[in-house]
Each structure stands twice: as C-alpha cells, then as structure tokens.
C-alpha cells in the first residue's frame, strides 16, 4: 500500500496518518489525532486532537471535526460540515469557567457509524450517535441520536425515511424492504432497519 501523501500547505501535527491516505491543501491535523488508512482529507479541513477516524473516510472541504468525535470506516463528511463537543459552551477563559474547563468531563463525544453520510453545511450537536448507513441531508441540525439506515432532514433534524448502504431510499413493507438499485434486502424489527446479509467493504474488513 502506498504511504501517505501529505500536501506541502498542511500543518500535520501528528504521526498517525495512514498509508494511502490523502491529505490535501491547508488542513490542518492537531497532535494526538488518528486518520487510518486510504482516507481522503480535503481543503481547509480541521481535525482536533483526540479525534479518531477509520479506513476510507471521505472529509470533504471546511469540514470542522472537534475533539472527542469517532468517525467509523467508510463514512462521508461533507464540505463544511460541523461537530460540536460541549453541550454548555462558554469561554475556558473566562475566570469562573477555568473550573469546569479543568478537566475533561465537558466533553461530550459523538460517534459516526461505518459507511454513515453527513451532509453538506450540517451541524451535528454534541454526545450524539449516527448509526450505520444513516444519511444526514445538508444544512441538517442534529440534536439526537439517528438509528442506522435512517434519513434525517432539517432544523431540528428529524427522520423521513431510511435509506440502503447504497443511499437509494428504501420502501418498507410488511418488515421487509428490497433496494430498488443494488436489491440488497432488509428485515424491519421494531422500526429498526437490519440487512438481511452483512454489508461488505474491503475484502479483508470484518461487517
């Protein structure tokens, strides 16, 4: 696999970028950050320390990913896309805040699920979860948690259908859904949306 390639305008700050991974014009990357292998990083994008992202994620341009988000293999951000952390921002420096900025406890993490969409201009709220396959529209707010395979659109952000790991929008019937364009099938359980056989990424990844 080939190594990394690190474009000359961007401030990388850690060691822990993967091979075949993309890094592109004036993103920057802080110390203790992880990028694993085969992503692309586009323009401008800022990823704070201690975040943490997967095999073949897409991090499309402006995008704003802050400490404590865990983004899973295969996901797509898209440009300018936000996360937040802190349920209760306020200033660390202002005096009768140093207290609560002292430690970690703050810190609000959020997780985006493997092959998970984020939309473009979306704001993505703090200690959420996006399960798997989930697609989040653009301009969308999230403020709770989306279960896998569901749709998300607007301000609060709120579901209007689920969607197949190929993002083709899925039609539920009877507890089962067929995707019109790849036919991979689905099973309804409790309005949770599960495939009926494991969705594949790359040959050697465990579904």
């Keep these: 696999m080939a190594a990394a390639y690190i474009h000359p305008t961007a401030l990388v700050e850690t060691p ?20 694993g292998p085969d992503c692309n990083v586009c323009d401008a994008a800022f990823i704070e320390s201690g975040v943490r992202i997967g095999r073949g994620v897409t991090v499309k341009t402006g995008v704003s990913i802050c400490e404590g988000i865990t983004i899973e293999d295969g ?3 898209g440009p300018d896309a936000v996360f937040t ?14 207290e609560k900025y002292a430690t970690k406890r703050w810190l609000e993490p959020t997780r985006v699920g493997r092959g ?20 989040v529209a653009a301009g969308a707010v999230v403020v709770r948690r989306v ?11 709120r579901s209007i259908g689920h969607v197949c790991a190929c993002a083709q929008r899925l ?6 859904a067929v995707c ?3 036919h991979r099938a689905y099973v309804v359980n409790g309005g949770a949306v599960t495939p009926v056989h494991p969705i594949e990424t790359w040959p050697d990844a465990v579904p």
């Design 16 to 35: 822990d970028i993967g091979a075949g991974t993309r890094i592109w014009a004036h993103v920057h990357i802080m110390a203790g950050a992880v990028v």
């Design 75 to 77: 996901a797509f951000i």
């Design 85 to 98: 952390n802190d349920l209760r921002p306020r200033s660390p420096r202002l005096p009768f805040m140093r």
């Design 116 to 135: 998970a969409s984020i939309g473009a201009n979306a704001t993505i709220g703090p200690g959420l979860v996006i399960g798997e396959w989930a697609m």
């Design 147 to 157: 279960a896998p395979h569901v749709l998300v659109v607007g301000n609060p952000a």
């Design 171 to 176: 039609t539920l019937d009877q507890g089962r």
């Design 180 to 182: 019109a364009g790849c």
